[in-house]
């Protein structure tokens, strides 16, 4: 199982959160949320960030900003957190031109999420389920995850929403483990700015569960 931490901000930190061999980097390109990069760093330093695991989140954007943005940032991974239908996301993906793996989030609240739609396309190659909010992610809350359970989920995919090291182990419960872990505003000292050493500690945690 792999880590992601998402909503960095800081580049002495993410050098810190690659040395921990953390496997994806989130960057939030949405203006309205209090981690958004753009007002910390340049396109061109996320660019010059030596990861292959670069992820721009994205919500309710243009095709047009996201591939410009994918491309002067150097983007691996494009996570749309939005109200994006799947023509959008396949007019995206022919934008992208395979410059950048799309992940789809589906965001979870007391009912069960219809997933068909989203499985069958292959312009979608991870889905993402975080726990459903009007400010699209980083609350901090968890969603039931024996929801999960209850759904055929034929891609591979993200678990977020509230993950920390105090619910960890309730991964276990979970029949088909995610591919990775998302954590974001429960290893943070205020809004984008990380705690290193809470995450250090979440990483060895992981690890040693999943053993």
């Known amino acids: 199982m792999q880590l992601k931490v998402c909503g960095l901000t800081n580049l002495s930190q993410i050098q810190e ?20 990069v753009l007002n910390h760093l340049e396109l061109n330093e996320i660019s010059e960030i030596n990861h292959s695991g670069k992820v721009g989140v994205f919500v309710n954007e243009s095709t047009e900003k996201i591939t410009e943005i994918t491309e002067k940032a150097n983007l691996n991974y494009i996570q749309l957190h939005g109200d994006e239908n799947l023509a959008f996301i396949e007019e995206l993906h022919q934008k992208l031109n395979s410059k950048a793996k799309i992940i789809k989030v589906i965001r979870v609240g007391e009912e069960l999420p219809c997933l068909d739609e989203w499985q069958k396309s292959q ?14 992610g980083g609350t901090g809350k968890t969603f039931d995850w024996e929801i999960l359970n209850q759904l055929k989920i034929e891609k591979p995919y993200f678990l977020s929403g509230g993950i920390s090291n105090e ?6 419960i979970l029949k088909q483990k ?11 000292i205020s809004a984008g700015n990380k705690d290193v050493k809470k995450i250090k500690e979440f990483k060895e945690r992981m690890d040693n569960i999943l053993k």
Request: hydrophobic residues 40%; proline residues 6%.
């Open 17 to 36: 959160i690659i040395d921990l061999n953390t496997d994806f980097l989130g960057f939030i390109f949405y203006p309205k949320s209090p981690r958004y």
């Open 123 to 136: 312009a979608i190659d991870y889905l993402l389920f975080d726990t459903d909010s009007k400010h699209f």
């Open 167 to 172: 619910n960890i182990n309730e991964i276990q």
């Open 178 to 188: 995610p591919t990775a872990l998302d954590i974001n505003s429960k290893f943070e």
